[in-house]
């Protein structure tokens, strides 16, 4: 059975850092495309970055370019996101996606890990 | 960035309505977008991509079309398990972009 699951998020002061991990199973990790999108409360989907299957390209939302990074390995089937200099703004629900080849569109999610920026 | 913009935002009907949902963007996306959908305290389920192509395992009642930078989300005949919210995305250009939401409410 194909699974994502996220773990690494929770509570963090404005100006932190925290790393995010996805860890897949069921599925060839390797020759994914794979994505972040986060989801404040109550609020709608936001791409925020992705990487592509041997982690040679990566892209960034304006928003969190240069403060983000996002990085893969394919030994440990695990994706990752620093996230660095957060704000409150960064607070969301963020979740690990598989693209769907050759499209750019999203069809295996995990269940989410929540981020929460605050003093 | 190219901007999606969904309607309406909210939208109440019944079981057994056709219902409509629109996406506009900003600019030519061509064919690249997809629909999904999200049950409160679940993840997001692709629907369509291609603007029209549907995802093994959705029901035929869900169908997309386009024209021009309008797309459409049709579900022929509302099903009790249909109320969500749905979202388009673009996958045309960096930044990937979705639109703000339709919910699907019961009347």
């Known amino acids: 059975e194909v699974h994502l699951v996220e773990s690494g998020g929770g509570l963090v002061q404005p100006g932190g850092s925290l790393r995010l991990s996805c860890t897949a199973s069921?599925?060839?990790?390797?020759?994914?495309?794979m994505s972040w999108v986060r989801q404040a409360p109550g609020k709608g989907l936001e791409w925020v970055s992705d990487?592509?299957?041997?982690?040679?390209?990566?892209h960034y939302a304006d928003s969190v370019k240069g403060r983000f990074t996002i990085s893969r390995d394919n030994s440990k089937n695990t994706l990752y996101l620093q996230m660095n200099s957060l704000r409150a703004e960064d607070t969301a629900l963020y979740y690990c996606a598989n693209h769907k080849l050759p499209h750019n569109v999203f069809d295996m999610w995990g269940q989410g890990t929540m981020v929460t920026v605050s003093s | 960035d190219i901007q999606m913009t969904q309607s309406p935002s909210t939208l109440s009907a019944s079981v057994g309505d056709r219902v409509t949902i629109t996406c506009r963007a900003s600019q030519s996306i061509s064919s690249w977008l997809a629909w999904y959908q999200q049950k409160p305290g679940k993840t997001p389920k692709l629907l369509i991509y291609k603007a029209s192509t549907l995802e093994t395992g959705v029901p035929s009642r869900f169908s997309g079309s386009e024209s021009g930078t309008e797309f459409t989300l049709t579900i022929s005949s509302l099903q009790p398990d249909d109320f969500a919210t749905y979202y388009c995305q673009q996958y045309r250009t960096y930044p990937w972009t979705f639109g703000q939401g339709t919910k699907v409410e019961i009347k």
């Open positions: 069921g599925f060839t990790f390797s020759s994914c495309v």
């Open positions: 990487i592509s299957s041997s982690a040679g390209n990566t």
